[in-house]
């Protein structure tokens, strides 16, 4: 135990600079022994005792109001389990943070990576820093990042949209390669601390989460869903001030009772203070009023005069800087709140008076860049820089973890549990008053508006009233009408009073307004998303069902430049795409937006860039425009209007240095055997730290390093690397055969006429040209694997199948092989070709994947053990058995699915795999001094 910060609370305060909250130290160390006074400033025996130890981590719904650090107290919770007791720990070593839009992810990596780094600077010699990962549109190459899946013992914080976490976890990752989907759909789902932040903003999303926890467990006792069950200890925390047991009802959990001690909330010793933090919050002053007939769109000149009037009393009153000037204002839709916004700039440049309060636009369909020079006017200094305050028009992405406050706050029509989360950014801490004081005179106001929906008059036709319905339902979208006109009937209980603590009394309303979907993610579903291989289309399976669900919100990321219009993205521009260039769209958007044809879509390094004319966009693809497509405004966002056309945020990528590139040749010579002892040395490692009670997987593990390379010895794999280097004029090195790794890096090709090393995008292009120059035509792990498969088959001279007797060796058989094939994630369930080259030939059925019936592969000595020469059979590619009675590759998959689960089973193939590739790099290095930490080793 790590005794520089021996309580809970003084690691919370050197870590954010203010003490804990009771429900924190509770989520991070249990509940206080009976007797302890609980007094963080003047804590006794009992309470230091507490507060030194940690807790057991479960899967916790923690409903706390807004403003009580719910991000704080669930990342130190989990930081300081981990690491105060890292030795012995059961916390989860990933801690996967899910949030509903990717203005919160930035946010929440600021605030993460400046806890850390004051953890790091707390005298706390022993602290190994975790790694902070942001997922979501765009790569994060940033050296803390870069590869944090290759490293699956060491501790992470994954911080990510919906969208990219849980398309991850269902093995489908959104602008990924297909190749390592598997990689992250383990780390996912195994030893992973999920934290699904604002629960109420997730739609589908909350469902699907809720059943991958209920998949992820193996327990079989009745108070827990029967699971396909995990490795290591993985549970989900979910976090909202309107969390609802209801909507985390799901199909696994329908019939299932909560734990008592599964909610964490308020202590009642919270709940009645009257003084305090808490209950400034708890109390805070804010008067309601409802306006049903009005919309926000003719509210603009009384939204305007209340400001200032707020502005002159603060004033008046000579209430201090820090109090905000701020009157904010929340739409349901982009284009309402650009509406409003425009309206508003227009009132305040038609007063003939200077200053003027600053006018600000705050929604999700703008660019990283624009959003957040629009988000840095929301920081108090700024704030209080301006005279006449600040006017902020936003929409949803201002209900949660946005951490402001204002003196007034106007909001339309929505359902309750958005209208708690607006609610509370309003006299967010009490600095306007609590316990209904006004203490600047100014008694804080919130307006709730309509929008635009129509009363049912006295009498009207069949037709009429269809007509009125349809047009109601319109007005309240994105929301449902029924759940808006609750609202209305649920605010008239709270008299007039919108304090959280006033807000309690109708929380049984506010947990209904969180609607389950009528669907959810199935078992029979998850399974099939285990498979990667395309189908017959060369499609996959859209999980956006399970992710966003069937609306409009579903995204497309769009992107504009300027190029020359006669010439289209080649291969070189293949992953050159900055986050901050990338505005997410609805799909629906993106559809109806005619000028789409002129851009082209990502569709990874297989296929390249595609024009938009001959593929639709799909949820989570990249979108790239010429910026006169416009359908973008630099001041307002996404606006669909070609006539709105905006700059180019385009920074070409910081090329690396001529020797970085180099490196992406320079993978240094090594034999076969070289390589495999240098993986095996890295899979001991991982073995080591992640598998020390489960001796078949690791004897598996053992068996699939040695075999793993073992097809490179093919001799059309062999003269590949011949051919590369004649063609490229390299001297192959004799002494390393048969090859595992070999170098092209030495080739006159990368040199310019006069004999010297061509430099900048000239280099990288050469280097490009070069690695195509090695084109095996066949598949080393498919020919390892079955090579491996022959060997267990000749060594057992018994049929393989599978037999309760044998069952272990049969399934240590099975895991070794599969891992073999599946080092490079290019075969997992299914052995066969995706696209057959042709198919009507009769010789085409005697191949899969390069390797021909009767492939002959010369012996080998590696990691001093003697591989038999071999010849392969590829009849296990064909469903059942074989013709000597064998079963086929695919049926000893599904039984290692039957007996591990899709979760524990991709989980040991991600380590065979993380291995492989650390081997990869240290060669790479021991060749190169700097190593370019995007290349990819042969």
Same mark, same amino acid.
């Given at each position: 135990?790590?005794?520089?910060?021996?309580?809970? +609370?003084?690691?919370?305060?050197?870590?954010?600079?203010?003490?804990?909250?009771?429900?924190?130290?509770?989520?991070?160390?249990?509940?206080?022994?009976?007797?302890?006074?609980?007094?963080?400033?003047?804590?006794?025996?009992?309470?230091?005792?507490?507060?030194?130890?940690?807790?057991?981590?479960?899967? /916790?719904?923690?409903?706390?109001?807004?403003?009580?650090?719910?991000?704080?107290?669930? *990342?130190?919770?989990?930081?300081?389990?981990?690491?105060?007791?890292?030795?012995?720990?059961?916390?989860?070593?990933?801690?996967?943070?899910?949030?509903?839009?990717?203005?919160?992810?930035?946010?929440?990596?600021?605030?993460?990576?400046?806890?850390?780094?004051?953890?790091?600077?707390?005298?706390?010699?022993?602290?190994?820093?975790?790694?902070?990962?942001?997922?979501?549109?765009?790569?994060?190459?940033?050296?803390?990042?870069?590869?944090?899946?290759?490293?699956?013992?060491?501790?992470?914080?994954?911080?990510?949209?919906?969208?990219?976490?849980?398309?991850?976890?269902?093995?489908?990752?959104?602008?990924?390669?297909?190749?390592?989907?598997?990689?992250?759909?383990?780390?996912?789902?195994?030893?992973?601390?999920?934290?699904?932040?604002?629960?109420?903003?997730?739609?589908?999303?909350?469902?699907?989460?809720?059943?991958?926890? +209920?998949?992820?467990?193996?327990?079989?006792?009745?108070?827990?869903?029967?699971?396909?069950?995990?490795?290591?200890?993985?549970?989900?925390?979910?976090?909202?001030?309107?969390?609802?047991?209801?909507?985390?009802?799901? /199909?696994?959990?329908?019939?299932?009772?909560?734990?008592?001690?599964?909610?964490?909330?308020?202590?009642? +010793?919270?709940?009645?203070?009257?003084?305090?933090?808490?209950?400034?919050?708890?109390?805070?002053?804010?008067?309601?009023?409802?306006?049903?007939?009005?919309?926000?769109?003719?509210?603009?000149?009384?939204?305007?005069?209340?400001?200032?009037?707020?502005?002159?009393?603060?004033?008046?009153?000579?209430?201090?800087?820090?109090? &905000? #000037?701020?009157?904010?204002?929340?739409?349901?839709?982009?284009?309402?709140?650009?509406?409003?916004?425009?309206?508003?700039?227009?009132?305040?440049?038609?007063?003939?008076?200077?200053?003027?309060?600053?006018? %600000?636009?705050?929604?999700?369909?703008?660019?990283?860049?624009?959003?957040?020079?629009?988000?840095?006017?929301?920081?108090?200094?700024?704030?209080?820089?301006?005279?006449?305050?600040?006017?902020? *028009?936003?929409?949803?992405?201002?209900?949660?973890?946005?951490?402001?406050?204002?003196?007034?706050?106007?909001?339309?029509?929505?359902?309750?549990?958005?209208?708690?989360?607006?609610?509370?950014?309003?006299?967010?801490?009490?600095?306007?008053?609590?316990?209904?004081?006004?203490?600047?005179?100014?008694?804080?106001?919130?307006?709730?508006?309509?929008?635009?929906?129509?009363?049912?008059?006295?009498?009207?036709?069949?037709?009429?009233?269809?007509?009125?319905?349809?047009?109601?339902?319109?007005?309240?979208?994105?929301?449902?009408?029924?759940?808006?006109?609750?609202?209305?009937?649920?605010?008239?209980?709270?008299?007039?009073?919108?304090?959280?603590?006033?807000?309690?009394?109708?929380?049984?309303?506010?947990?209904?307004?969180?609607?389950?979907?009528?669907?959810?993610?199935?078992?029979?579903?998850?399974?099939?998303?285990?498979?990667?291989?395309?189908?017959?289309?060369?499609?996959?399976?859209?999980?956006?069902?399970?992710?966003?669900?069937?609306?409009?919100?579903?995204?497309?990321?769009?992107?504009?430049?300027?190029?020359?219009?006669?010439?289209?993205?080649?291969?070189?521009?293949?992953?050159?795409?900055?986050?901050?260039?990338?505005?997410?769209?609805?799909?629906?958007?993106?559809?109806?937006?005619?000028?789409?044809?002129?851009?082209?879509?990502?569709?990874?390094?297989?296929?390249?860039?595609?024009?938009?004319?001959?593929?639709?966009?799909?949820?989570?693809?990249?979108?790239?425009?010429?910026?006169?497509?416009?359908?973008?405004?630099?001041?307002?966002?996404?606006?669909?209007?070609?006539?709105?056309?905006?700059?180019?945020?385009?920074?070409?990528?910081?090329?690396?240095?001529?020797?970085?590139?180099?490196?992406?040749?320079?993978?240094?010579?090594?034999? %076969?055997?070289?390589?495999?002892?240098?993986?095996?040395?890295?899979?001991?490692?991982?073995?080591?730290?992640?598998?020390?009670?489960?001796?078949?997987?690791?004897?598996?593990?053992?068996?699939? *390093?040695?075999?793993?390379?073992?097809?490179?010895?093919?001799?059309?794999?062999?003269?590949?690397?011949?051919?590369?280097?004649?063609?490229?004029?390299?001297?192959?090195?004799?002494?390393? #055969? &048969?090859?595992?790794?070999?170098?092209?890096?030495?080739?006159?090709?990368?040199?310019?006429?006069?004999?010297?090393?061509?430099?900048?995008?000239?280099?990288?292009?050469?280097?490009?040209?070069?690695?195509?120059?090695?084109?095996?035509?066949?598949?080393?792990?498919?020919?390892?694997?079955?090579?491996?498969?022959?060997?267990?088959?000749?060594?057992?001279?018994?049929?393989?199948?599978?037999?309760?007797?044998?069952?272990?060796?049969?399934?240590?058989?099975?895991?070794?092989?599969?891992?073999?094939?599946?080092?490079?994630?290019?075969?997992?369930?299914?052995?066969?070709?995706?696209?057959?080259?042709?198919?009507?030939?009769?010789?085409?059925?005697?191949?899969?994947?390069?390797?021909?019936?009767?492939?002959?592969?010369?012996?080998?000595?590696?990691?001093?053990?003697?591989?038999?020469?071999?010849?392969?059979?590829?009849?296990?590619?064909?469903?059942?058995?074989?013709?000597?009675?064998?079963?086929?590759?695919?049926?000893?998959?599904?039984?290692?699915?039957?007996?591990?689960?899709?979760?524990?089973?991709?989980?040991?193939?991600?380590?065979?795999?993380?291995?492989?590739?650390?081997?990869?790099?240290?060669?790479?290095?021991?060749?190169?001094?700097?190593?370019?930490?995007?290349?990819?080793?042969?």
């Amino acid at each position: 135990m790590n005794t520089s910060l021996t309580t809970f +609370a003084d690691f919370f305060e050197a870590t954010t600079d203010h003490p804990p909250y009771l429900w924190q130290c509770r989520l991070a160390c249990g509940e206080p022994p009976e007797g302890a006074n609980c007094d963080l400033s003047s804590p006794d025996k009992l309470t230091t005792q507490w507060l030194s130890g940690g807790n057991s981590c479960a899967s /916790r719904l923690i409903d706390i109001p807004t403003g009580l650090g719910k991000t704080a107290g669930v *990342v130190l919770a989990w930081l300081w389990n981990r690491r105060q007791f890292d030795e012995e720990s059961t916390w989860p070593r990933r801690l996967v943070y899910c949030l509903p839009m990717r203005t919160l992810v930035e946010q929440t990596e600021h605030e993460v990576m400046q806890w850390i780094s004051k953890v790091a600077q707390a005298a706390y010699s022993t602290f190994q820093r975790p790694r902070v990962v942001i997922l979501m549109g765009g790569e994060d190459l940033s050296p803390e990042a870069k590869d944090w899946d290759l490293h699956p013992e060491d501790p992470a914080i994954l911080i990510g949209t919906q969208d990219m976490l849980l398309s991850r976890a269902l093995n489908r990752g959104y602008g990924m390669s297909r190749y390592r989907w598997p990689m992250h759909f383990a780390l996912l789902n195994n030893d992973a601390l999920w934290v699904i932040d604002e629960v109420q903003l997730m739609g589908s999303g909350i469902q699907t989460a809720r059943q991958l926890e +209920a998949f992820r467990r193996s327990a079989k006792a009745s108070t827990e869903p029967l699971g396909m069950g995990g490795h290591g200890p993985s549970f989900t925390w979910y976090c909202s001030a309107t969390a609802s047991a209801k909507v985390l009802t799901t /199909r696994e959990w329908r019939r299932l009772p909560f734990d008592d001690d599964w909610k964490i909330e308020l202590s009642d +010793a919270e709940k009645n203070a009257t003084e305090g933090d808490v209950a400034r919050r708890r109390l805070a002053t804010k008067q309601l009023l409802s306006e049903n007939s009005a919309k926000a769109t003719d509210k603009v000149d009384a939204i305007l005069n209340t400001h200032n009037t707020l502005v002159k009393t603060l004033d008046d009153e000579k209430a201090p800087i820090e109090i &905000p #000037r701020r009157t904010l204002v929340i739409c349901n839709t982009v284009d309402r709140a650009k509406e409003v916004y425009e309206k508003l700039n227009s009132a305040v440049s038609a007063v003939n008076r200077d200053p003027q309060p600053e006018v %600000i636009l705050l929604h999700s369909r703008f660019r990283p860049l624009e959003r957040a020079n629009a988000s840095a006017k929301l920081h108090s200094n700024y704030l209080q820089s301006l005279p006449r305050g600040q006017i902020v *028009v936003s929409t949803q992405v201002i209900e949660a973890g946005v951490d402001i406050s204002s003196g007034c706050l106007w909001t339309e029509i929505a359902p309750l549990s958005s209208l708690v989360q607006r609610m509370g950014r309003h006299n967010r801490a009490g600095e306007f008053g609590h316990k209904g004081n006004a203490i600047y005179k100014w008694k804080p106001t919130i307006y709730i508006l309509g929008v635009g929906v129509k009363a049912a008059p006295t009498k009207e036709s069949k037709k009429e009233k269809e007509e009125r319905e349809n047009k109601n339902r319109k007005c309240c979208l994105p929301y449902d009408f029924g759940a808006c006109d609750a609202a209305w009937l649920a605010l008239e209980k709270l008299n007039s009073d919108a304090s959280p603590a006033n807000l309690s009394t109708i929380h049984s309303e506010i947990a209904d307004s969180i609607q389950p979907l009528p669907y959810s993610l199935l078992r029979h579903e998850l399974l099939d998303f285990f498979d990667t291989d395309a189908n017959l289309s060369l499609g996959f399976t859209d999980v956006s069902p399970f992710v966003r669900g069937l609306d409009e919100d579903t995204d497309v990321y769009v992107l504009w430049r300027d190029w020359e219009r006669q010439t289209a993205p080649d291969k070189h521009y293949r992953g050159d795409i900055g986050r901050n260039e990338l505005c997410s769209v609805p799909i629906s958007k993106i559809k109806d937006f005619t000028n789409r044809r002129k851009g082209f879509l990502w569709l990874g390094k297989e296929r390249g860039w595609v024009s938009a004319t001959k593929i639709a966009p799909f949820p989570g693809s990249i979108l790239l425009l010429p910026c006169e497509a416009g359908g973008y405004s630099d001041t307002l966002g996404w606006t669909g209007l070609e006539s709105d056309q905006p700059s180019d945020l385009y920074q070409p990528a910081e090329l690396p240095s001529d020797e970085d590139m180099l490196s992406i040749l320079k993978s240094g010579w090594q034999s %076969i055997d070289e390589h495999t002892q240098d993986v095996k040395k890295e899979w001991s490692a991982i073995a080591n730290a992640l598998l020390s009670s489960m001796d078949l997987e690791k004897q598996a593990g053992d068996e699939a *390093v040695v075999w793993h390379d073992f097809g490179k010895n093919h001799p059309r794999w062999q003269q590949a690397v011949a051919d590369a280097c004649e063609a490229a004029q390299v001297t192959a090195c004799e002494d390393k #055969r &048969p090859w595992g790794k070999f170098d092209l890096s030495e080739s006159p090709n990368l040199k310019n006429d006069e004999g010297q090393l061509l430099t900048g995008k000239g280099l990288q292009i050469a280097i490009f040209q070069i690695k195509c120059l090695f084109r095996p035509g066949v598949l080393h792990e498919v020919a390892s694997a079955l090579a491996l498969r022959q060997y267990h088959i000749d060594q057992k001279g018994v049929k393989r199948i599978w037999d309760e007797a044998n069952q272990d060796d049969y399934l240590r058989h099975l895991l070794s092989e599969y891992l073999v094939m599946t080092h490079h994630g290019r075969v997992r369930k299914v052995l066969r070709d995706e696209i057959p080259i042709k198919p009507k030939c009769a010789k085409a059925l005697t191949i899969v994947r390069g390797i021909q019936q009767g492939d002959h592969i010369p012996a080998l000595h590696t990691c001093k053990v003697d591989l038999p020469e071999t010849t392969l059979e590829i009849e296990c590619r064909k469903m059942g058995r074989t013709d000597d009675g064998h079963e086929s590759y695919t049926k000893g998959v599904l039984r290692l699915l039957e007996y591990y689960g899709p979760f524990r089973l991709a989980y040991l193939e991600m380590l065979l795999r993380a291995a492989d590739a650390r081997a990869s790099k240290v060669a790479q290095a021991a060749s190169l001094s700097s190593l370019n930490p995007g290349s990819e080793p042969f």
